[in-house]
């Protein structure tokens, strides 16, 4: 079955440091990618995504990502944490062949300290 | 405002019985889904509508029911038959087609007593 891995589970930082929050998916199909970010007890909220084009893709609260199809990855990245950005991130991923579903990564939560 | 609305945020079920949780958006979306979250599992899929009067199984569908009659509405119910309901649930919608940005609400947590 196609899934999708979030290599690192918690990931804590220093504030003003940058992160990197990886994200693998199993396929080789094509794909279209999303990352999302949930504060606590809150919905999630789309902070990327990837549909074509070029593979480095910029989103909301200077967070980006770059698409390595060789890698089959989709890491996201921010060269500078608040502690703001304090949450939990979710990688997604739609198949071409899973009929448009929207599989998820188990997460990674993002502290960021003082 | 438009959004997806989701009640209520706390609800809390005695063993046995059954529970509706409600999701609504007001977004113009055709395809509407439901969610389960569990720590450390990610988003699994239970039910998802593409259209009015039609709604597949996702990958946990046992032990739910949905009913799709109104564009805007997509109500979840956790029935008796579910093993272990205590989780945090989410509703999302898009618009249809491959691709598109899935919208969520804020989420039900359900507790069974």
């Known amino acids: 079955a196609q899934s999708v891995t979030q290599l690192d589970s918690q990931v804590p930082v220093f504030e003003e440091a940058p992160v990197e929050l990886r994200c693998n998916y199993s396929s080789s199909v094509s794909v279209y990618l999303f990352w999302y970010v949930q504060y606590p007890n809150q919905g999630l909220q789309l902070l990327l995504k990837y549909l074509s084009g070029s593979t480095l893709v910029k989103g909301i609260n200077g967070f980006e990502a770059e698409f390595n199809k060789s890698q089959t990855s989709f890491h996201l990245r921010k060269p500078s944490v608040h502690i703001s950005d304090t949450a939990e991130y979710f990688c997604a991923v739609i198949f071409y062949n899973q009929g448009g579903k929207l599989i998820f990564g188990q997460g990674t939560e993002l502290s960021v300290k003082p | 405002d438009g959004g997806i609305t989701q009640s209520p945020k706390y609800l809390f079920r005695k063993e046995g019985q059954n529970v509706t949780l409600s999701c609504e958006q007001n977004?113009?979306?055709?395809?509407m889904y439901w969610y389960r979250q569990d720590p450390g599992q990610g988003l699994r899929l239970i039910y998802y509508s593409q259209i009015v009067n039609d709604f597949q199984k996702g990958d946990i569908a046992e032990g739910y029911s949905v009913s799709r009659e109104k564009k805007e509405s997509f109500p979840l119910t956790v029935t008796s038959a579910q093993k272990n309901p205590t989780a945090f649930y989410l509703c999302a919608s898009s618009y249809r087609g491959t691709g598109n940005e899935q919208f969520f609400g804020p989420g039900t947590r359900l507790t069974v007593l």
């Open positions: 977004l113009n979306h055709d395809a």
